[in-house]
């Protein structure tokens, strides 16, 4: 049977059934889940199979994989893929559920990652989803008033920022000097889309470039609050075999922890070379 690609909500996010990604794929398969995921900015492919170096492989439809940057928690035979796992080797088996706040994947690069690609290998018997908010939509709903602050507006994002909410990795010295802060626009413009989004991650902005702390704080908190609504998100319900991919450019996500963290959650990821938000 043809592929075929479904919607799962109507705020984002699509599913795809008919497809083996484990061995390759025509270009016209190809250029059709590349252009999904633009157009639905969350893919969930169901029912794959794919061991981590077949993973990286099977990531090049959508670009090139980027070499994950904490060494810990990427793979020695595929450096392209990193666990992300509710028992962070850190904390010596001690459950953690990563990434439970909102943000965007990578910002506090330059040339933060495109796409990321998780894919499910170990999932708790409920719960464990991975919500997302649609920051096309946030822009495109804001009060102009607001729209009008921010036009314009910088942010620097920090690996860890004054503000940050989430638990984050300690860097070893040689991937702290790989870091350093960055600057990035409030509202980007998507390259292939055309259309602007807000562009913002709570995890890792600082400050807006040339404000003081306490006027960034009002208005990213007013941001925030604008954008967490709940008429923005879509929540993904893991199967076994999914493989999500989204687009860092035009949305935030979080790993919801409302879960039994008792229970083991473990997913492969892939980041993909980034570009410079404009
Ligand atoms: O575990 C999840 O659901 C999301 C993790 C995450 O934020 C990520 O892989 O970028
Ligand atoms: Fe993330």
């Known amino acids: 049977m043809a592929m075929q690609i479904e919607a799962l909500s109507d705020v984002m996010a699509a599913a795809v059934t008919s497809v083996d990604l484990s061995s390759s794929v025509t270009?016209?398969?190809?250029?059709?889940l590349s252009d999904a995921v633009i157009d639905h900015l969350v893919l969930c492919i169901r029912d794959q199979t794919m061991a981590p170096k077949a993973f990286a492989q099977a990531s090049r439809i959508?670009?090139?994989?980027?070499?994950?940057?904490?060494?810990?928690?990427?793979?020695?035979?595929?450096?392209?893929?990193?666990?992300?796992?509710?028992?962070?080797?850190?904390?010596e088996g001690k459950p953690l559920v990563q990434a439970k706040h909102w943000h965007t994947d990578d910002s506090y690069f330059a040339e933060p990652a495109t796409l990321t690609l998780l894919h499910a290998q170990t999932l708790p018997d409920a719960g464990g989803d991975t919500e997302f908010i649609n920051c096309y939509a946030v822009l495109d709903t804001m009060p102009a008033d607001m729209r009008?602050?921010?036009?314009?507006?910088?942010?620097?994002?920090?690996?860890?920022?004054?503000?940050?909410?989430?638990?984050?990795?300690?860097?070893?010295?040689?991937?702290?000097?790989?870091t350093p802060p960055v600057d990035h626009p409030l509202i980007r413009t998507h390259p292939q889309s055309g259309r602007q989004s807000l562009y913002i991650n709570?995890?890792?902005?600082?400050?807006?470039?040339?404000?003081?702390?306490?006027?960034?704080?009002?208005?990213?908190?007013?941001?925030?609050?604008?954008?967490?609504?709940?008429q923005f998100q879509y929540?993904?319900?893991?199967?076994?075999?999914?493989l999500v991919v989204w687009d860092n450019r035009c949305l935030m996500h979080r790993a919801n922890d409302e879960y039994d963290v008792n229970q083991l959650r473990v997913m492969h990821r892939i980041m993909l070379e980034g570009e410079a938000p404009v």
């Open 148 to 178: 009008t602050r921010i036009e314009g507006l910088r942010a620097v994002h920090k690996y860890k920022s004054r503000r940050n909410m989430s638990w984050v990795a300690n860097q070893s010295p040689e991937e702290k000097a790989e």
């Open 235 to 242: 929540r993904h319900k893991w199967l076994p075999g999914d």
């Open 27 to 32: 270009p016209d398969v190809a250029s059709a």
């Open 62 to 91: 959508f670009g090139p994989p980027k070499r994950f940057v904490l060494r810990r928690d990427r793979l020695d035979d595929a450096p392209e893929v990193s666990i992300v796992s509710n028992r962070p080797p850190s904390l």
């Open 202 to 230: 709570p995890n890792r902005i600082d400050h807006i470039v040339g404000w003081n702390d306490a006027d960034s704080d009002a208005l990213l908190d007013a941001l925030y609050d604008f954008a967490f609504q709940p």
